[in-house]
């Protein structure tokens, strides 16, 4: 069974911070995608990662693909509270739509 | 563009009853996978059709079932409800049967009692 597990569960932090969420697993993945999730919301695809050692910038936020392509990294810059929400890392082994999620960290941003 | 659409929204019911959640997909999307999210479990993939056929499934019991129809729309169905299933059921949707991006629903909140 594949496992992706986020660090830390639970972030609370103030407007302006940077902060970095890490996803680990012991399996390889094929590629990695991380989403938002509001509240009474799904989630939404931020960011896919394919290649190993691969960095992705949007606006904000940089996503890293660890070289073995077992973990990944988001690191938000002078975060906002439109960042808050549940951040959901997402591992596919292969068949794209069977996605394995991560354990989830809850980012509170305030003012 | 409408985006994923399930219904209803919020749902409760009783150990032992059966349940029905419906799932329209993304106009042109033919591919509708289903996910089960849990304070506990996290999100936990249940199974994926495309041109009505299931495709993929995960590890849950055979109480979970679901179907697509030819316009795509898609159905779950929980039979003998444990409390246990009480969770956001999720859907979502993409394209084709590849790696193309997942546009999920708002999911629809069953609370089993």
């Known amino acids: 069974t594949q496992l992706l597990e986020q660090s830390p569960q639970f972030l609370s932090i103030q407007e302006g911070e940077n902060l970095t969420v890490y996803c680990n697993s012991s399996?390889?993945?094929?590629?990695l995608q991380w989403y938002r999730q509001e509240p009474g919301e799904g989630p939404v695809l931020l960011v896919t990662?394919?290649?190993?050692?691969e960095v992705k910038k949007l606006k904000r936020l940089t996503f890293q693909f660890g070289d073995a392509r077992k973990d990944s990294s988001l690191h938000i810059t002078a975060a906002q509270p439109g960042d808050t929400g549940l951040y959901l890392c997402?591992?596919?082994?292969?068949?794209?739509?069977?996605?394995?999620f991560g354990t989830g960290t809850r980012l509170q941003v305030t003012l | 563009k409408a985006g994923v659409t399930q219904t209803p929204r919020y749902l409760i019911k009783t150990r032992g009853q059966q349940v029905t959640l419906s799932c329209s997909p993304i106009?042109?999307?033919?591919?509708v996978s289903w996910y089960q999210q849990t304070p506990g479990q996290g999100l936990q993939f249940l199974f994926e059709?495309?041109?009505?056929?299931?495709?993929n499934k995960g590890n849950f019991p055979g109480r979970f079932s679901g179907r697509q129809f030819s316009n795509s729309r898609s159905e779950m169905n929980v039979s003998t409800l444990e409390l246990g299933d009480s969770a956001l059921y999720l859907c979502?949707?993409?394209?084709?049967?590849?790696?193309?991006?997942?546009?999920f629903g708002s999911g629809t909140q069953l609370s089993v009692l």
């Open positions: 979502a949707t993409r394209i084709g049967y590849g790696n193309e991006k997942l546009f």
């Open positions: 399996s390889v993945f094929s590629s």
């Open positions: 990662v394919v290649t190993g050692g």
């Open positions: 997402a591992g596919d082994a292969g068949t794209a739509s069977k996605l394995t």
């Open positions: 106009s042109g999307h033919r591919s």
């Open positions: 059709y495309f041109s009505e056929t299931q495709r």
